[in-house]
């Protein structure tokens, strides 16, 4: 893939505002609360998610910033991830259920993670909707996180979610960052990855 | 789980309409054609969901009603899925990269699956606001399927999407099936599933 083959959001086309507008910020607002309601809204969203058979293999572990569990989450995170996502109003630890409670060792579904995946797509939009930003991350140790909060076996703990709002900048320097934070964010092109007659055959060359 | 403890969608609370108000419909109407326009934008949306290390570990095989690719497609449905899925406008296959192209037994990412299942929700969401129904699906041979699209091993073949529009039901016979589609859709309580202090430890009880 050529690097002008990649398309920047200034050509970003016709879909929903909400889907459009969505980006994944690092800088967050640290006196912003996100409120009891708002997070039942994310999970209600979340709640609502297809999945296979209504499988629902999902769970979350919820704490806003200054809650004991808050803490206990951050002091899991990598080093890079501890340098902004602590800021955000609440953390979201994402877990979708990988083996049977009996057997851990067997697989639930080859569509757990996935569906999760969708789970959180809907939290992330139902955000977008509240004017809220989330930010995903992947930097904590996994092992320690779920030894942490009791996760059972069956569970995985698997992505991480930094819930919040973006500050209202005063100086030239949060200003900077904001727009090192803004740069626009790139997608590899339909023809890279949408087929009909065969894989690698593009649909709209 | 008692039964009661299901919250059914009569319960659906405060959440983004596009959101609430999608659902998995199996009827679809049998002339209804999508719109390549509407194609390309499903598409762009799922092009622009998040993934870890924007990595877009993801592809889609695409065919309309009448196209060759599609009687391809269904040829390789599970009976269940083949009395159903066909009617819809067109469908969709979702695959997520399993591993790495020089060596497809070394897995790619953890997350490729779970942002997969991201794009897919996004799609889904863009569905809705266009006035289309999505109902995923996972009855097909995956092997053949997968053979028959010459997919690398290093992609995995996961879901279909059926994507279409209800019919306008004139007689009592399509009434009686659509109400039977349209059963409340339920979910486990928030209870069960979101935690703070501790796994099984509900934030709201």
Do not use: C
């Amino acid at each position: 893939m050529t690097s002008d083959a990649v398309t920047s959001e200034r050509a970003t086309p016709d879909i929903h505002p909400l889907l459009r507008d969505r980006r994944s910020s690092r800088i967050f607002d640290p006196g912003h609360v996100v409120t009891e309601t708002d997070l039942v809204r994310l999970l209600e969203a979340a709640r609502w998610a297809p999945s296979a058979g209504n499988s629902q293999p999902w769970a979350y572990l919820v704490a806003r910033r200054g809650e004991p569990a808050h803490d206990r989450m951050v002091s899991r995170l990598s080093r890079g991830t501890a340098a902004w996502a602590p800021q955000a109003g609440a953390l979201v630890l994402t877990l979708h259920r990988a083996g049977h409670d009996e057997d851990p060792s067997m697989a639930y579904s080859d569509y757990a993670a996935y569906d999760l995946g969708q789970a959180v797509a809907y939290l992330t939009v139902q955000a977008q909707s509240l004017g809220l930003h989330v930010h995903q991350f992947a930097g904590f140790d996994h092992v320690a996180m779920a030894a942490e909060f009791a996760v059972p076996p069956a569970w995985s703990v698997t992505t991480g979610l930094a819930v919040g709002r973006r500050p209202a900048l005063t100086d030239d320097a949060e200003a900077g960052l904001l727009a090192r934070d803004r740069v626009p964010r790139e997608r590899k092109p339909l023809a890279d990855f949408v087929f009909t007659d065969g894989y690698g055959d593009p649909r709209w060359p």
